[in-house]
């Protein structure tokens, strides 16, 4: 079956601009997942989406958002991009979720976005 | 607070030699997971295997091997006869409420 889809995979913004970033979980998959990966803090955990319900949420500014849809399909949107936001967006999804008794669950992630900002 | 700590940061090995990527890990829960990924050039992270917090049986499939202790805490990962194609970024991590990664241990095999 198909993977994780992330779109887009590479993109260019300047500060102060918005990005929106799409993720296509596996199907079936009702959990979807966003960290960013940067060369200086690592892989950092953003937030947690379930059935359409933002679940969990890390360390992060009001900048960053998301939403699922209904379909599971999720969207991350950060604000006023800074230079400090240039990453990799990782999305992963998996059956159930995280977390307590589902943390169980293992994370099948997508090739992610890699965002530049000017 | 939960926390793992990768301490090598990168690791250079000849193929064919053993190497081991260690992994310590901190909580104060009971129950939790622990998992281990690998992140090639591509990007994508892929799955290796997940443990729970009451099953320290090691563990190995093919090349690798997995020794979990509780008592220090640590979740070591042994490649044995490594290869080219094992080069790659390799993240111990660990799962509650939700999954913290460690630092990750850059691991690059020579021909």
């Known amino acids: 079956k198909a993977g994780v889809t992330q779109t887009p995979r590479y993109l260019i913004k300047t500060r102060g601009q918005q990005v929106t970033l799409s993720c296509s979980p596996i199907?079936?998959?009702?959990?979807v997942s966003w960290y960013q990966q940067t060369p200086g803090q690592g892989l950092q955990f953003l937030f947690e989406?379930?059935?359409?319900?933002?679940?969990n949420k890390g360390n992060f500014p009001g900048r960053f958002s998301g939403r699922q849809f209904s379909n599971s399909r999720s969207e991350m949107n950060v604000s006023t991009l800074e230079l400090g936001d240039s990453a990799l967006y990782l999305c992963?999804?998996?059956?159930?979720?995280?977390?307590?008794?589902?943390?169980?669950?293992?994370?099948?992630f997508g090739a992610g976005s890699r965002l530049t900002v000017l | 607070a939960q926390k793992v700590t990768q301490a090598q940061t990168e690791i250079s090995v000849v193929e064919k030699e053993d190497v081991t990527l260690d992994c310590v890990y901190e909580?104060?829960?009971?129950?939790?997971?622990l998992f281990w990924y690998k992140q090639p050039p591509s990007g994508e992270l892929v799955f290796l295997i997940r443990?729970?917090?009451?099953?320290?049986q090691n563990e190995i499939s093919g090349r690798y091997s997995w020794n979990f202790q509780k008592s220090t805490s640590s979740f070591n990962f042994t490649i044995t006869a490594s290869q080219v194609v094992d080069s790659a970024v390799y993240f111990c991590?660990?799962?509650?409420?939700?999954?913290?990664f460690g630092a990750g241990t850059r691991l690059t095999v020579k021909p």
């Open positions: 992963a999804s998996s059956p159930t979720g995280q977390g307590g008794s589902l943390g169980a669950n293992v994370l099948t």
């Open positions: 199907s079936g998959h009702r959990s």
């Open positions: 989406y379930f059935s359409e319900t933002q679940r």
């Open positions: 909580t104060r829960d009971t129950t939790y997971y």
């Open positions: 443990r729970n917090s009451f099953d320290e």
């Open positions: 991590a660990l799962s509650r409420n939700d999954m913290r």
